[in-house]
């Protein structure tokens, strides 16, 4: 990339080429910016302005700044400073085919917690303000009604997310006492949230039963003592244990709780609300049979299956609720205002279930069906082409996605979408669309499979998102 112009190092001779003395003073540029600054103010127009003069300075010492881009400055500046303001949290594309996706943001809200989180969040609302009373309320009452209702418990009430609660349960009803777990159940979720290690930051001794594969009911009976202070269920929502195995399910193990006067609680990770097998989903256990079955205390996640904002829901009896509720630990766990009108908003929509498929864009996406996503792929097919042609070769393909977040990890939806590969054979190649597609203003994120980069559009319910940005993408792979 060296032209022969460049070889004079010290300021440029080259008529093409500016020398630092051609660059504008920080007050010149900054009065030809005039409306920059009135838009943005002196602070930020300025520091980046600076920042661009010293930029453009040491490439005009090299002799490396083509004086066409001296005409360009207040464009420049004017990129620098959109640039600056731009979140780095940023709408991508999740055409990775895993729909609740962890990394991705989990659950999309609905267009009604939308709206209820634009409405009541920049207005004073009555979070914990009692309208009939005039007097001090608490935010749980304004949610534990609905809550009781949809899933049949005494009592409700939710916090930050599902790890606050599991924390926080064990650390309310077993502080300083035993807490029962088998073997196959003390799992990790994610990184940095182990069972063991939870049960140590709640203050609880753990006291582990049974087999990695098998644990049985004469397990828990034998480690119920009087220091015991919980039984504690985990659905193993991330893996699956297969063959030789045995567990003691919440309906057998709640009379032997009672019988040891401990409470039994169980923590589902998803937590679907509704039955999904009504729609050809695998099934995923319910709070509503759990509590059912005798469960003191059912936790479960807010922006999982539920498809609402990121929380922790507890519900479970008048007394162990009343418990979570009164420890101290709770006020540091609390669901703060933006999650908590988005998770009301969400919970009501449960109270319209024909309705669901439409309103929870979660639902909707993980029923959508094959035929359906196979012709958006057939549809886009000659665009993307277009834009990849000549490097890549686009084909439509048949794929399965996931649920995602842990929840039904063995069960794949049948789907569909574009499988891109490089015609030259090489992984290098495919690396850098990878790259392209992620550099996109609105990033695309796929999955490479087998050297092909297989983009599922399961999860793309506007194709204009996609279609709208093939021209830059062309140009990024020129
Ligand atoms: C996902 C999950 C959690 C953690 O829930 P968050 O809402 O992500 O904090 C805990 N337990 C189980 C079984 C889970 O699947």
Redesign the pocket.
């Known amino acids: 990339m060296v032209a022969p112009d460049e070889s004079v190092v010290h300021g440029s001779k080259a008529p093409d080429k500016a020398a630092p003395k051609d660059l504008p003073a920080l007050d010149k540029l900054l009065r030809e910016c005039a409306a920059l600054v009135a838009e943005h103010g002196h602070t930020l127009v300025a520091r980046e302005a600076r920042g661009l003069l010293d930029a453009l300075r040491t490439r005009a010492v090299a002799g490396e700044l083509p004086r066409a881009e001296l005409a360009a400055l207040p464009q420049a500046l004017a990129t620098r400073v959109a640039a600056r303001m731009r979140p780095n949290m940023r709408a991508v594309l999740n055409l990775s085919g895993t729909v609740i996706h962890t990394n991705l943001g989990r659950a999309l809200l609905a267009d009604a917690a939308l709206q209820q989180v634009l409405a009541l969040t920049g207005a004073p609302n009555n979070l914990e303000f009692d309208l009939d009373t005039g007097g001090r309320g608490d935010r749980d009452d304004l949610i534990e009604d609905l809550l009781c209702e949809l899933t049949g418990a005494e009592a409700a009430t939710v916090v930050n ?4 609660a ?1 924390l926080l349960g064990i650390a309310a009803l077993a502080r300083g006492k035993e807490a029962i777990v088998s073997r196959g159940e003390l ?1 990790e ?2 990184g940095a ?1 182990r069972m063991p290690d939870v049960m140590s930051a709640a203050g609880a001794t753990l006291v582990e039963v049974g087999t990695t594969n098998r644990t049985h009911p004469r397990d828990y009976e034998g480690a119920i003592n009087p220091r015991t202070g919980l039984i504690v269920k ?2 193993t ?2 893996y699956a244990v297969q063959g030789f195995t045995a567990s003691v399910d919440e309906a057998t193990l709640a009379p032997i709780a009672r019988a040891g006067g401990v409470p039994l609680m169980t ?4 937590g679907a609300l509704v039955d999904l097998t009504q729609w050809g989903l695998p099934a995923e256990p319910l709070p509503q049979t759990m509590l059912a079955a005798g469960c003191d205390v059912v936790t479960f ?4 299956l539920l498809g609402g904002p ?1 929380g ?1 829901l507890i519900v479970g009896s008048k007394a162990a609720v009343g418990r979570i509720r009164k420890f101290p630990m709770k006020r540091a766990l609390r669901l703060s205002k933006l999650p908590f009108a988005a998770l009301e908003a969400t919970l009501r929509l449960y109270l319209r279930p024909e309705r669901l498929v439409q309103d929870l864009p979660t639902l909707r996406l993980l029923t959508r069906p094959q035929a359906q996503i196979a012709a958006l792929a057939q549809a886009l097919l000659p665009a993307l082409e277009a834009a990849v042609a000549p490097r890549f070769a686009v084909s439509v393909v048949a794929l399965q996605s996931q649920i995602g ?2 929840s039904l990890p063995v069960e794949r939806l049948p789907s569909a979408g574009l499988a891109l590969a490089a015609l030259d054979g090489r992984g290098r190649t495919l690396e850098a669309l990878v790259t392209a597609l992620r550099r996109l203003p609105r990033p695309v994120i796929g999955r490479v499979h087998d050297d092909r980069l297989l983009l599922d559009l399961r999860c793309l319910e506007d194709p204009a998102l996609l279609t709208g940005q093939l021209g830059v993408l062309k140009e990024a792979l020129a």
């Open positions: 997310n599902n790890a606050a599991v799992v979720i994610g949230f985990v659905h929502s991330n923590d589902l990770g998803s996640s807010g922006d999982k990121q922790g977040s842990g």
